[in-house]
Every structure is written in structure tokens, then in C-alpha cells.
Nanobody
Framework: QVQLVESGGGLVQAGGSLRLSCAAS????????MNWYRQAPGKQRELVAAIFSGDITNYADSVKGRFTISRDNAKNTVYLQMNSLKPEDTAVYYC??????????????WGQGTLVTVSS
């Protein structure tokens, strides 16, 4: 069993910062990647950032230089530090994790989403 709980969304002015958190709980699993997606009204969900074993990271071009993804492996928690926020960053942000159970089965779990609103 794997559960994800997100927090950290809110309302911020353009140029401000927020940090999102997502904690994975459960047992008998290993996480291969933790990811942040976002979905704005009327748009498809897009990958914002991902972090893999060895702390290898990927970022969407639109957030490079502004967002930083990181992990606390001991807590199975992923963070998204968002700086220099723009109105176009407004979206519901979803945590996602992919991994394997101890028996060998794979999982792909999603958090409940947290709303980030950036005012101009």
C-alpha cells in the first residue's frame, strides 16, 4: 500500500515563492521516481519536474531556473521549491510516484492535488 499526501499550495503574488511537499507512506515498497505534474483549467496535465534514483532531475522548459525538485529519502518526501512565480504557473499541482513493491509488482500513485494561484 502506498498513499501520497500533498501540502503547500496557496495564493501568492507574481514573483513570490511557494514550497510544495508530498509524503509517501506505506510499507514494503521502493520508490524509483517522484514527480510533480500540474493542470491548468482547459489544459492537459503536464510534467513539471521529476527526480530519480541518484538525484537525477528533469524539468519542464517553462520552469527551468525557477523551480527545484528535491527528495528526503528517509521520509519518502518530495518537495517542489517554486521561485519567481508567474501567473501562468497557476494550476492544480499533483504529486506522482512510481516504484515497486517488495514482491515485484509496480505502482503508479497520485496525490490529491494542491492548488497554486499566482496573481499578477
Amino acid at each position: 500500500q502506498v498513499q501520497l499526501v500533498e501540502s503547500g499550495g496557496g495564493l501568492v503574488q507574481a514573483g513570490g515563492s511557494l514550497r510544495l511537499s508530498c509524503a509517501a507512506s506505506g510499507n514494503a515498497f521502493r520508490i524509483n521516481s517522484m514527480n510533480w505534474y500540474r493542470q491548468a483549467p482547459g489544459k492537459q496535465r503536464e510534467l513539471v519536474a521529476a527526480i530519480f534514483s541518484g538525484d537525477i532531475t528533469n524539468y519542464a522548459d517553462s520552469v527551468k531556473g525557477r523551480f527545484t525538485i528535491s527528495r528526503d529519502n528517509a521520509k519518502n518526501t518530495v518537495y517542489l521549491q517554486m521561485n519567481s512565480l508567474k501567473p501562468e504557473d497557476t494550476a492544480v499541482y499533483y504529486c506522482n510516484t512510481q516504484g515497486i513493491f517488495s514482491y515485484g509488482g509496480v505502482f503508479n500513485k497520485w496525490g490529491q492535488g494542491t492548488l497554486v494561484t499566482v496573481s499578477s
